[in-house]
């Protein structure tokens, strides 16, 4: 079916699922006796889809499948303004499993898994490759699922998931629609807010720790999902892929109460959702980085309340004092930059002599500032690289100040 395919196998070059041998024997356990399924015709052969209709999610029955939170504030961070107008049904939720965690033109996707809302739930389609062979039948299907969607849904898809589809439908003589939709990457957004407070930022990791839910032991390692299906061709035996499969729904379940969980946070930071001292200073940074300052000082301010490790409590003020002062609101810059002082910031001392000297012509102030970061300097606590660096410039600064003072 695709010519660029054909010329390459002249050449003798495998590619993808081409290099996989079929099995040849009847496989005593196929996956239509192991999970509930349907065959999908298409011009390319039947590809096998398995579907199921969520109204709660299975890991906690409290929490139902419902779009609740505005997208204003996601559209300004994915810069698509037209993210506000679209309704729940047409984003799209994917996913696959692969047969290699690294990519490449070898790696194929083997398990592509596809979420939409619905009336009254969560509808999820899982498109199975039962054997290497079936790849253009299997992405011919999935492209009839693609058709109206305008909004793709992934964690770490950018980097993993859309480049790998996108070369499965160019080696197959396909055009791949997935760059054509706005794409909400929630891995970006997951870093950006909790890469100071959690370790691991997988979607396992964010699911138990920020969403509380947990799988059941039906669930496998991500890394073990290659083998599995391997070992499936090799032996015709599909019982193991369950847990596949209820790897694959559960990471895309996820994916929708996380964009929503993310959404409601967006909408309304101090409503309960965020609770986490070093979760507020994150929603301070993400405010900012979309424009929003007013929230983003709301947030800087209610997270430096809390009782926060000091690397935070240090960043969070440098971080909102020069917010501040690039909004000319240098009255609160002032008092961030005394706070930073008494943590020994050297910056903060000739940001506070900088102000006095030119802004209030206080030259009395200015003086105070750059002698106490002189004595902060010539102290212990500061390292001879720093001392090397600061000690000449707040030299030169006493220097001119005392000038300025007796003219």
Sequence with gaps: ?????????????????????????????PIERVVEGREVVTP???????????????????????????????????????????????????????????????????????????TGGFHLSQYFMR???????????????????A???????????????????????????????????????????????????????IEENILGLRRTEEDIPGWMVPTIYFDYIKTGDARPLTKVLYHNAMDILSLATLLNHISLMLDDPHGGLVDHGVDLIS???????????????????????????????????????????????????????????ELDEIYAFEELAKAFEHKFKDFSQAIHWTELAIKVINSTTTNQLNRAIWHPKFKHRLDRLFRKSHL
Aim: a negative charge; one cysteine or more; proline letters at 4%.
């Design 1 to 29: 079916m695709s010519s660029l395919a054909e010329k390459l196998k002249a050449l003798g070059v495998n590619i993808g699922p081409d290099g996989v041998k079929p099995s040849t024997k009847s496989p005593k356990y």
């Design 44 to 118: 390319y052969g039947e590809a096998f889809l398995v579907e199921n209709q969520y109204t709660v999610d299975p890991r906690d029955e409290k929490q139902t499948f419902e779009f609740s939170a505005s997208l204003t504030n996601l559209s300004s961070w994915i810069r698509d303004p037209e993210l506000v107008n679209l309704a729940s049904e047409s984003f799209l939720f994917l996913d696959t499993e692969t047969s290699g965690l690294a990519g490449g033109a070898g790696t194929f996707a083997f398990l592509i898994g596809i979420g939409r809302y619905s």
């Design 131 to 149: 054997d290497p062979f079936e790849e253009p039948a299997q992405l011919a299907a999935v492209l009839g699922a693609l058709s109206d969607a």
């Design 151 to 205: 909004v793709l849904v992934t964690y770490n898809g950018k980097t993993f998931d859309v480049p790998l589809l996108n070369s499965r439908f160019i080696l197959n003589g396909e055009f791949s629609p997935l760059n054509s939709y706005a794409h909400i990457d929630l891995l970006h957004l997951a870093r950006r807010l909790w890469r100071d407070r959690l370790e691991s930022r997988t979607l396992g990791s």
């Design 283 to 341: 929603m301070g940074r993400v405010f900012e980085d979309i424009g929003d300052l007013d929230s983003a000082a709301k947030c800087y301010a209610k997270g430096l309340n809390f009782d926060l490790p000091s690397n935070i409590q240090r960043k969070a003020i440098y971080q909102w004092s020069f917010m501040e002062k690039r909004r000319e609101n240098l009255e609160i810059s002032i008092e961030l930059w005394q706070q930073a002082t």
